[in-house]
């Protein structure tokens, strides 16, 4: 959606339902996305996604536009949402929902299926090592490093979001790095 065709629904959604709901429709994936990269888990992902489009809906009446987009709005309220959950909720565990069953066809073998299996646990493994090191670092390296690599977002929107200076936010991403590496290098098993 071009920025000027969101600031005029942004404008709308402000007095008209339909409106927020197509900012809804817009951003609900990406949100919804961005939070199951920070959680890992299905079930807090969609309480935490709930509780920031009702939050948006509730404060769009004061939400200014400044030429910025307003999926930043909604990071930023996401961001609060995920720290005010790990807040409250310390002895949960954040865990990957199990993946998806997915059709076996009846020509693949014995071994294939094996195979498959034993690369689909590795690589569960592997996220939830990530997973569980991205947690151990300072909150501030989680929102870089998850809306970079996992949200695939551009230094200049991360700069938006955080609403921080690009030498800052590359900077972070480059400590961020760093630490994690360090951290994955500690805890590998495999």
């Known amino acids: 959606m071009e920025l ?4 005029e629904l942004v404008f709308k959604a402000k007095t008209d339902a339909y409106a927020f709901g197509l900012l809804y429709d817009e951003y609900y994936k990406k949100i919804f996305g961005y939070v199951l990269h920070r959680t890992a888990n299905v079930e807090v992902t969609k309480d935490i ?3 920031v489009f009702l939050k948006a809906l509730q404060n769009i ?4 536009w400044r030429g910025i987009p307003f999926s930043a709005w909604l990071y930023r309220i996401a961001e609060h949402e995920i ?10 565990i954040f865990l ?8 076996i066809l009846s020509d693949i073998s014995i071994e294939d299926e094996i195979a498959c299996a034993e690369a689909e ?9 990530l997973h569980k090191c991205i947690v151990k670092l300072p909150h501030i390296y989680q929102e870089v490093i998850v809306l970079k690599y996992f949200e695939k977002k ?3 929107e ?3 979001i955080l609403g921080k200076r690009e030498g800052t936010v590359k900077s972070l991403l480059n400590r961020g790095i760093k630490k994690l590496k360090k951290l994955m290098d500690e805890n590998a098993t495999f």
């Open 4 to 7: 000027e065709q969101e600031k």
């Open 49 to 51: 996604v709930s509780e």
């Open 61 to 64: 009446g004061h939400f200014e």
């Open 83 to 92: 720290s005010n959950g790990y807040k409250r909720n310390k002895h949960i």
């Open 96 to 103: 990957k929902q199990d993946a998806e069953n997915s059709e």
């Open 121 to 129: 646990i590795q690589k569960q493994e592997e996220f939830l090592l």
């Open 154 to 156: 551009l230094i200049s």
């Open 158 to 160: 991360i700069c938006a």
